[in-house]
């Protein structure tokens, strides 16, 4: 690598792709002769290891089976100055590698997500497309509105961003992690359509559309309470105020019409509720002062590391 070169990493997290991963190597290969390709396998019980290693790629394993796991000891262990992550199952469009990483060090950005562009249903099914909007608006909205495919396989980060991750997630929710991460400390991001495809024969999904659907909104709701307490614990409190308004409204005008309080359970239900909502609230208000202190932390350790391309 000649002097002064930037250092480019591929990662290639891998799971039973004995078929797909050598397309891999092959594609990542010719589109950036310079990089050094990592194939992290996870727990595989066919001949990743093997076609990976024959195929040139450094090959590792990580035994804490999912993604999540995964990424996050490949983000340990690898220094590069940029890193490219994508899936070992050939649906990725390499030859779009070189624009991303150019537009990360052209634009000083420590993300930019390949999104997904496809016109083959084998490829990107209408339930996991709906379900990727679904989820990508909610994170959007609440988050920042500033991607459009949020669970692609597919990104460059730069070295900053890499080494101020946490990485907390095990599986397939890594994606909003990351995501979550990069609005999160508004740090520089980007998007850039890339093709996709269907996976080559001989491969197969390790994608369950519920199970992960509900695992990746499960993750958004976690984060959303640790990002954003106060909005997380503003809207508890006000679906218990408004469920303790509609229980116990009838109650007070029976009272006023009369003086008796006859649905007395009603009432002193309408009242715990109407507590939970303050309590609710109390504890938005102060989670939110050491979210911030959290953030702050977060900035630093982030701003620690120099910017992409300084």
Known sequence: MPAGADRIAVLVPCHN?????????????????????????????????????????????????????????????????????????????????????AAARDGQLDMVNGARVTDRQAAYRPGHRLGNRVLTGLVMTIFGNRLADMLSGYRVFSRRFVKSFPALSSGFEIETELTVHALGLCMPVAEIATVYVERPEGSVSKLRTWHDGFRILRTIISLVKQERPLLFFSCAAALLAMIALVLGLPVVIEFMETGLVPRLPTAVLSASLITLAALSQACGLLLDSVARGRMEIKRLAYLSYSAPGA
């Open 17 to 101: 792709e004995e078929a797909a991963v050598p397309q891999v190597i092959r594609d990542f290969r010719a589109a950036l002769p310079s990089a050094v390709i990592y194939v992290y396998d996870n727990n595989s019980t066919d001949r990743t290891c093997e076609v990976a290693r024959a195929g040139g790629a450094v090959v590792r394993t990580e035994p804490l089976q999912g993604k999540g796991h995964v990424v996050r000891r490949m983000f340990a262990d690898i220094e590069a100055d940029y890193y490219v992550l994508v899936d070992g199952d050939a649906t990725y469009e390499a030859a779009a590698a070189p624009a991303l990483i």
